[in-house]
T-cell receptor, first 113, second 113 residues
Framework: GENVEQHPSTLSVQEGDSAVIKCTYS??????FPWYKQELGKRPQLIID?????GEKKDQRIAVTLNKTAKHFSLHITETQPEDSAVYFC????????????FGTGTQLKVEL | NAGVTQTPKFRVLKTGQSMTLLCAQD?????MYWYRQDPGMGLRLIHY???????AKGEVPDGYNVSRLKKQNFLLGLESAAPSQTSVYFC????????????FGQGTRLTVV
């Protein structure tokens, strides 16, 4: 089955700096890669996703890149703000993969003032 | 439009007791999922359903049962609770499977003593 590894497990940045979270996946058939943000005590919510026919996607301060050859994808947050502090999860799935979305273990991002 | 609603939000069980967690969605989604979230382990899929009347095993199904008698509801049962089932449980739904956005409930914090 699919295995998703996520690094780092914790990340601390100064407000205004950039943050990068990286994930690798094992199944080359995976074709959908979403990122979820979970604030403390809240539910996970989708913030951005990318499909395998696209190499990069951007939404304001958030961007995701995908390298299919190396089987890794990354989340980039620029100009970080205190409200970006949360746990971020990457995930991977593929059509026909048993209807399973496999999550990484999460990155606790802390944006310090 | 409430989205995905879980009942209850908190519960303490004694070892060996049984309980049912209820998940309800009002978005007419076909797919529904139950995940458990444990520190350092991300979100792991317990069971899922691809439509009314269907259920399937996920990554960690042992000790749990599910039912989807109505399209809008997905029930998770623990027949004989164990301390290892202490976790935060999230229900989610998506319109068309794991390659589409998953909408999560607010979570149920379960403690088994």
């Amino acid at each position: 089955g699919e295995n998703v590894e996520q690094h780092p497990s914790t990340l601390s940045v100064q407000e205004g700096d950039s943050a990068v979270i990286k994930c690798t996946y094992s199944d080359s058939a995976s074709n959908y890669f979403p990122w979820y943000k979970q604030e403390l005590g809240k539910r996970p919510q989708l913030i951005i996703d990318i499909r395998s026919n696209v190499g990069e996607k951007k939404d304001q301060r958030i961007a995701v890149t995908l390298n299919k050859t190396a089987k890794h994808f990354s989340l980039h947050i620029t100009e970080t703000q205190p409200e970006d502090s949360a746990v971020y999860f990457c995930a991977a799935s593929f059509t026909g993969g048993g209807n399973k979305l496999t999550f990484g273990t999460g990155t606790q991002l802390k944006v310090e003032l | 439009n409430a989205g995905v609603t879980q009942t209850p939000k908190f519960r303490v069980l004694k070892t060996g007791q049984s309980m049912t967690l209820l998940c309800a969605q009002d978005m007419n989604h076909e797919y529904m999922y139950w995940y458990r979230q444990d520190p350092g382990m991300g979100l792991r899929l317990i069971h899922y359903s691809v439509g009314e009347g269907t259920t399937a095993k996920g990554e960690v199904p042992d000790g749990y049962n599910v039912s989807r008698l109505k399209k809008q509801n997905f029930l998770l049962g623990l027949e004989s609770a164990a301390p290892s089932q202490t976790s935060v449980y999230f229900c989610a739904s998506s319109i068309q499977g794991p390659n589409t956005e998953a909408f999560f409930g607010q979570g149920t914090r379960l403690t088994v003593v």
